[in-house]
């Protein structure tokens, strides 16, 4: 969606290998985003912290958005653990983003 922070992204040097980055869309400070569009509306790799969000949502789960955003955001340690994506985030999404943080660094 937007030029990915390498300062930020664990092996950098595989960026190369992804297509997108020789996509013009793709490139800049907000790519195909607008800005303070919001963390909900970026597009995020899919893997399983997505995953269980997705099945805990469609199987109506009872957490609350904190919660889920646990779950969801808790690989994307770019967003929550290095300030990447500021410029995209909406004014709610630096309360979302302390819930994240507290569960992630709890764990480890």
């Known amino acids: 969606g937007c030029q990915i922070p390498n300062e930020a992204v664990v092996f950098p040097e595989f960026n190369k290998c992804n297509p997108d980055m ?3 869309r793709y490139n800049s400070k907000f790519g195909v985003y ?10 995020w790799a899919w893997g399983h912290d997505e995953y269980m969000y997705r099945m805990l949502v469609a199987n109506g789960t009872t957490l609350p958005r ?27 999404d630096y309360e979302r983003e ?8 709890a764990s480890e």
Do not use: Q, T
């Open 22 to 24: 020789s996509d013009e």
């Open 34 to 43: 607008e800005p303070n569009c919001g963390i909900d509306n970026l597009m």
């Open 66 to 92: 904190e919660g889920l955003d646990m779950i969801r955001f808790h690989s994307a340690y770019p967003w929550h653990d290095k300030g990447a994506y500021r410029h995209l985030m909406k004014e709610e």
């Open 98 to 105: 302390k819930w994240v943080s507290a569960v992630v660094f």
